[in-house]
């Protein structure tokens, strides 16, 4: 049976499915010898895909794997960094790095911590990161000073960035010191470095940002031990169940609707 290129990539570990679609527009996949494009259906069975030269093997299909990670500052949410930084993959055993596909679902910024799913589930990838999910994402934010009432009040109706206003969010007071306030700030958009664009532009920069759950996948579970960082667990079946849903309620159209996706995560990690 055929099937669509960028889901068999998907499916089977070599990239979300957002992330295969970028590679056939590089060039950097075949199938039979001759160069895949966009939109393409293959028999898994019978035709020979191959990522950069080497072969995908379609019949050894890696377990499908969800992890949570509570990301340390200073590593960066990519597989690979060119900069020889510690990415969240070197945080992983070699068994689940290798020939496993497992990616980061989304980023962290490199001074960010706190919760990153990580899976080789594609479909998953892209349905939790397709414009049109507003999973919560919730954050502990330390910024400098004391933002009054009116402050928080204007963050939460949303802000203008860049010409676009942000949607709305909810934004509350949780500590206040001498001479920098704690706040909880829960979105339901992933604009890069959102938080902290915000904060600057309202007078109140950010100096630790901490992302403490997404949606109902928390680093504290009730009455287990709090996830360290640069440790990981695998989630639980009410979490697993969640994320199902997550991917029962995307919308996919079409390639051009891929492709608009992908031109809009490609333009966020250039900035």
Known sequence: ????????LAQWGIASRREAEEMIRRSRVRINGVLAHLGQKVNPQTDKITVDGKPVVTKQRP???YLLLNKPAGVVSTCYDPQGRTTV???LPQELRQGSGIHPVGRLDTDSTG???????GELTFSLTHPSHSVPKTYSVLVKGHPSEVVLQIW??????????TRPAQVRLIESFSTNSRLEIVL????????????EQLGYPVIELHRTAIGPIQLQRPKQP????????????DEMRFLQQQIKHTPIKDSAELRS???????????
């Not at 049976?1 to 068999?8: A, H």
């Not at 919760?115 to 589930?121: H, K, W």
């Not at 109706?157 to 860049?162: S, T």
């Open 63 to 65: 377990a499908l794997t």
């Open 156 to 165: 939460r109706q949303g802000v203008l960035l860049e010409g676009r206003k």
């Open 89 to 91: 993959l070197d945080l």
């Open 115 to 121: 919760a990153l799913l990580l899976t080789n589930d």
């Open 188 to 199: 339901k958009e992933g604009r890069n470095r959102q938080i902290r664009r915000i904060a």
């Open 261 to 271: 996706v992908i031109n809009h995560d490609m333009v966020q990690k250039k900035e």
């Open 1 to 8: 049976m055929e099937v669509r290129l960028q889901k068999i």
């Open 226 to 237: 709090y996830l360290k960082p640069g440790n990981y667990r695998s989630l639980k079946d």
